[in-house]
């Protein structure tokens, strides 16, 4: 079992930036490829971004290339998403989501979740 807790969200202006932090506990974290997803009110549950556990490749939304980078910390079983340039459509819950399988940009590829940390961008 991998136990995934989320920090860093909180409200900002837009144009501002965030970086959220996802500290994962329990089986060894190092070797799950890490994903970002986010949910807005009514909306459905989207891909991110997602980090590989063994040569940090890194993919993104195209509606966050270029703002958002995604990396992480082995040695602290730590993943981050640094987010600038803000949009009031970043608003959402994100969360963070472990998969022992590798990359991949649907839900139901990650095992494990975390319980989501708010980001709100006015506008």
């Known amino acids: 079992q991998v136990h995934l807790e989320e920090s860093g969200g909180g409200s900002v202006q837009a144009g501002g930036s965030l970086r959220l932090s996802c500290a994962a506990s329990?089986?060894?974290?190092?070797?799950?490829?890490m994903g970002w997803f986010r949910q807005a009110p009514g909306k459905e549950r989207e891909f991110v971004c997602a980090?590989?556990?063994?040569?940090?490749?890194?993919y993104y939304a195209d509606s966050v290339k270029g703002r958002f980078t995604i990396s992480r910390d082995n040695a602290k079983n730590t993943v981050y998403l640094q987010m600038n340039t803000l949009k009031p459509e970043d608003t959402a819950v994100y969360y963070c989501?472990?998969?022992?399988?590798?990359?991949?940009?649907?839900?139901?590829?990650?095992?494990?979740w975390g319980q989501g940390t708010q980001v709100t961008v006015s506008s």
């Open positions: 329990g089986r060894p974290g190092s070797t799950y490829a």
């Open positions: 989501a472990a998969s022992p399988i590798g990359v991949g940009v649907r839900n139901r590829r990650y095992d494990y």
């Open positions: 980090i590989s556990w063994n040569d940090g490749s890194t």
